[in-house]
C-alpha cells in the first residue's frame, strides 16, 4: 500500500522548511513558478521531469538553512554576499538524500555567472542558468517593488546571465504575466499541480525521508537523533510483536513525522536549560495539531491517526484528546511507548541521559498506572540491550552521514576559498 505519494513528500518537505524560515521557502517556490514557465514554452522536457525539476527549483538555496542562519532574512543582502557555501552544502544534500542525484549539480551551478558556466559540461546548466535569472527578477522585484524593470538586467546578457534565458523570460512574462501572477499569489495552484507528476520509486521515497529528517535537523540538531531513536524502538517493537507488514509500514511513518510541528514551537522555549512554565508547556503542546495540519491530505490517515496519539495515555491524562486504554491501538502505543523512551536516552539541555534501570523502571511505573501498555513494555524490557544496539547502530549511521557532509563540504570549501 502507498501511504505517502511522491508530490506529497515533496509538499511535506516544502512545508517544514517553510516552519523553519518562511522568506526563504516562499523565495524558492516563485523562483520554481519562473523556471517552470520558461523551460515548459521550451518544450525541451516532459511533464515528469519538469516536476523533477521544480522540486530542484523550489529548494535551491536548502544549503542556506545549514551555512546563512544569520541572513536568509534578508533577501537582498543574501543574494549580493558570496553564495558558493550554501550552494556546495544544497548541492551535497541532494547528492546524497535526493531522488534526483543528477540534479544536484544545478543547485551547486545556480550562482554561477553565465559566462563562466556556459562551458561547464553539464547536461542540465540551463536550468542553473534559468534559476539563477528568477532568483535575481524575484529579489530585485520584490525589494523593489513599483520601480522594478525586468529590462534592468539586459546589461549582464551573456556575461553574467543566459542571453537566452533572459529573453526566454521576457517572452513568457510578456504572454502569461509572470510577475503579476507571482504578486497576487495565482502562480500556486499551477505550480502544485506539477507535483502531481512527481515519480519516485519507494527506494527514492526513503531517500528523500532521510533528508526530511536532515531538514528537521535544520531547526535543532537533537531532533534528528530523537527521530531516529523513536524510528529504531518502533521498528524493533513491531517485530517483536509480530506485526503484519503493513502495520510497521504505518508505525515507520507515523515515528517518522510525528514531532514535525515541534519546529513551529519557540526555539527558545525547546531549549530552555530549565523547567517549562505553564503557558510554555500550553505552547509546546500545539505541535500535535501543527502536525496533523501538515500531515492530513498528505498522509494515510491511519497513520496520522497514530503519529497524533504519540502524547496521549492509558489513563486518559495524555493529550490533546485524552484518550483512554481502550480508544488506543496496539500501533499507536507501539509509538508511545518508543517516543518517551527516546526522550529519556537522549541527552537533554537540562539533563543528561537516563541509564536502563532508570528507563525501565520508568516504564514499570507507567504500566502500573495504566499510562502505556504492559504487552508492549514487557517486549521492550525483555529486549531492551538488543533494541539499544541497533539504536545506537542507526545513530552511527546518522553521525556518519553528517561526518561526509561536513567533510566534503570543507574540502569543497577549500577549493573555493569560502
Not at 534559468?130 to 529579489?139: F, Q, V, W
Not at 514535525?260 to 509546546?284: C, N, Q
Not at 534501570?357 to 514487557?378: D, N, T
Request: charged fraction near 30%.
Amino acid at each position: 500500500m502507498e501511504y505517502i505519494k511522491s508530490k506529497d513528500i515533496y509538499l511535506l518537505m516544502r512545508d517544514i522548511l517553510k516552519l523553519i524560515n518562511p522568506t526563504l521557502m516562499e523565495h524558492g517556490s516563485r523562483v520554481a513558478y519562473i523556471v517552470y514557465k520558461m523551460l515548459r514554452e521550451e518544450n525541451r522536457y516532459e511533464e515528469f521531469e519538469l516536476a523533477d525539476i521544480v522540486m530542484v527549483a523550489t529548494m535551491h538555496d536548502i544549503g542556506a538553512y545549514k551555512t546563512e542562519q544569520t541572513r536568509i532574512n534578508d533577501m537582498l543582502q543574501y543574494e549580493t554576499r558570496e553564495s558558493m557555501a550554501h550552494s556546495i552544502y544544497g548541492h551535497l544534500l541532494f547528492k546524497y538524500l535526493s531522488p534526483v542525484p543528477e540534479l544536484a549539480r544545478v543547485i551547486m551551478y545556480h550562482c554561477r555567472d553565465y559566462e563562466k558556466l556556459q562551458n561547464v559540461d553539464y547536461e542540465y546548466k540551463d536550468v542553473a542558468a534559468y534559476i539563477n535569472i528568477a532568483e535575481k527578477i524575484d529579489i530585485y522585484s520584490g525589494t523593489m517593488g513599483a520601480q522594478f524593470d525586468s529590462r534592468m538586467f539586459q546589461k549582464q546578457a551573456g556575461t553574467k546571465l543566459s542571453a537566452t534565458g533572459l529573453e526566454r523570460f521576457y517572452q513568457c512574462d510578456a504572454k502569461y504575466g509572470i510577475l503579476e501572477k507571482l504578486k497576487s499569489g495565482e502562480f500556486k495552484k499551477e505550480l502544485d499541480e506539477i507535483a502531481e507528476y512527481m515519480i519516485f520509486s519507494n527506494e527514492g521515497k526513503k531517500v528523500f525521508l532521510d533528508m526530511l529528517i536532515y531538514c528537521m535537523g535544520f531547526f535543532k540538531e537533537s531532533m534528528v537523533f530523537d527521530t531516529v531513536t523513536t524510528i529504531c524502538i518502533c521498528e524493533e517493537l513491531s517485530s517483536r510483536l509480530f506485526l503484519p507488514e503493513h502495520e510497521k509500514e504505518m508505525i515507520y511513518y507515523a515515528a517518522l513525522l510525528h514531532d514535525l510541528g515541534m519546529i513551529g514551537i519557540s526555539r527558545d522555549v525547546i531549549t530552555a536549560p530549565r523547567k517549562l512554565r505553564p503557558e510554555e508547556v500550553k505552547h509546546v503542546r500545539t505541535h500535535v495539531a501543527i502536525t496533523e495540519e501538515k500531515l492530513k491530505g498528505k498522509m494515510d490517515s491511519e497513520v496520522v491517526s497514530i503519529a497524533l496519539a504519540h502524547h496521549e495515555r492509558g489513563d486518559g491524562s495524555g493529550y490533546p484528546q485524552r484518550l483512554n486504554e481502550k480508544k488506543i491501538s496496539l500501533q499507536q502505543g507501539v509509538l508511545q511507548v518508543a517516543d518517551a523512551v527516546s526522550a529519556l536516552v537522549n541527552k537533554r539541555s537540562y539533563r543528561e541521559a537516563f541509564p536502563k534501570q532508570q528507563v525501565l523502571q520508568f516504564l514499570a511505573e507507567e504500566v502500573k498506572r495504566k499510562r502505556f501498555k504492559e504487552s508492549i513494555v514487557r517486549v521492550l524490557a525483555d529486549s531492551y540491550d538488543e533494541i539499544m544496539v541497533r539504536v545506537k547502530e542507526e545513530s552511527a549511521r546518522i553521525l556518519k552521514m553528517y561526518q561526509v557532509l561536513n567533510m566534503q563540504y570543507q574540502q569543497v570549501s577549500v577549493k573555493y576559498k569560502i
